[in-house]
């Protein structure tokens, strides 16, 4: 069994940025493939970015390329998401989810981002 812990949510103004990060812990050697998904307030969950540990592919939803990176430490079995250039409709729950070749399975707590205008 894996686990997600996220942190590194808050407030802040349009423009800003913001590092959320996501320890893993458990049988980390299991997983194939980290990521991070939101969800604003009536909102359905969509995907914000992902990569897959061997290989370090990553790929990104239009909406965040060019200001979000994702990385990884795999010393540290933790995955961040560095957010610049923030806008308000990036206000919502951001969630770390890993899995293996058939996609997610497992999900953080989530972290609240809420940015100003």
């Known amino acids: 069994q894996v686990q997600l812990v996220e942190s590194g949510g808050g407030l802040v103004q349009a423009g800003g940025s913001l590092r959320l990060s996501c320890a893993a812990s458990?049988?980390?050697?299991?997983?194939?493939?980290m990521g991070w998904f939101r969800q604003a307030p009536g909102t359905e969950r969509e995907f914000v970015a992902a990569?897959?540990?061997?290989?370090?592919?990553?790929n990104y939803a239009d909406s965040v390329k060019g200001r979000f990176t994702i990385s990884s430490d795999n010393a540290k079995n933790t995955v961040y998401l560095q957010m610049s250039s923030l806008k308000p409709e990036d206000t919502a729950v951001y969630y770390c989810?890993?899995?293996?070749?058939?996609?997610?399975?497992?999900w953080g707590q989530g972290t609240q981002v809420t940015v100003s205008s």
């Open positions: 458990g049988r980390t050697f299991s997983i194939y493939t």
């Open positions: 990569f897959i540990k061997s290989g370090g592919f990553t």
């Open positions: 989810a890993a899995g293996g070749t058939g996609g997610f399975a497992i």
